[in-house]
């Protein structure tokens, strides 16, 4: 029961690549030591928060982003550039204004980013981890009407999930649904945002009828996704920026091949062998693929 149970909160992991799409057009997407009575204080809170209705939100103009802002999105996209040296700039640069919303998203995203170096030790990365919590929920206090900030914000709360526990991993579940919502709200053109919507929704179909009942006996109402849903946030992804993401053009056909439509399975697959590997993350979506295909006949 435990085992299913710790499943069950296993949500939404980010890829080691996610951090570096910086927008649709760009191919390279896993989400502070608290005490008993925060984590139960979190627990109790999640209902409510999950209630919160999104139907208010209208698309924003995207936020002006400051000249420091710009240059570390520069540096973000230069092949090569250190990360380490990126976190540290955007430590400079956040210290100078707390206030600046589109450097504190992106400085959140650098510790993220260097906390998923296959060369930070663990406990570093835990470090890392809390430390991108903390400053997203600074750039939350300064713009929640900046889509990034809301990505983010899902992205990284459902990474802290590896050191809160189940309990809270599900309750979390619904604030990172609600982030990415947000986000896509903001900005229904963020093809990586439509594609978070789509792992949430693929993770929580998943689950399993007695992991449900697990799920239920604590929360009284679980978690609730359909493939379907999941499909149409994955294929609004790829429509907005076509074949952008190798993992989410296989992911379709994991989902297609999930509800019984093979020959949808085959040809989105295809779609997805085709892609070009260039990176670690595609090199394993090429070998998931090829295993996919090869179970398809």
């Known amino acids: 029961m435990q085992r299913s149970l710790a499943r069950a909160a296993r949500l939404v992991k980010a890829s080691p690549t996610l951090g570096r799409i910086a927008a649709p057009t760009l191919r390279s997407c896993s989400v502070s030591e608290v005490s008993v009575a925060e984590r139960s204080s979190v627990i109790l809170q999640f209902a409510a928060v999950a209630a919160l209705s999104l139907t208010a939100v209208t698309t924003m103009s995207a936020p002006v982003d400051s000249v420091n802002a710009k240059r570390a999105e520069e540096l973000y996209n230069t092949a090569g550039y250190d990360r380490r040296e990126l976190l540290q700039f955007l430590k400079e640069k956040a210290a100078e204004d707390p206030q600046d919303a589109s450097v504190l998203w992106r400085l959140a995203r650098a510790a993220y980013d260097v906390g998923g170096l296959a060369s930070t030790p663990a406990a570093e990365k835990k470090e890392l981890i809390y430390y991108a919590h903390e400053t997203i929920q600074k750039a939350l206090a300064a713009n929640e009407n900046d889509f990034a900030v809301q990505k983010w914000s899902g992205i990284i709360l459902s990474s802290i999930g590896d050191y809160e526990g189940t309990k809270v991993s599900l309750a979390n ?125």
Not at 220 to 246: C, M, N, R
Not at 275 to 285: G, H, N
């Open 173 to 297: 579940s619904y604030i990172v649904k609600a982030h990415w919502e947000k986000a896509v709200a903001l900005n229904p053109t963020d093809s990586t945002s439509h594609h978070l919507l789509g792992r949430w929704s693929l993770t929580i179909a998943d689950i399993s009828w007695i992991e449900r009942k697990v799920a239920a006996a604590l929360f009284g109402t679980p978690p609730q996704a359909t493939y379907a849903e999941a499909l149409a946030h994955f294929v609004q992804a790829d429509t907005i920026s076509p074949g952008f993401w190798k993992k989410n053009t296989f992911m379709i056909a994991q989902v297609y091949q999930k509800m019984g439509n093979a020959a949808e399975a085959k040809t989105w697959v295809a779609k997805a062998l085709a892609i070009p590997t260039v990176s670690e993350e595609d090199a394993q979506v090429q070998k998931d693929a090829e295993a996919l295909a090869a179970k398809l006949g």
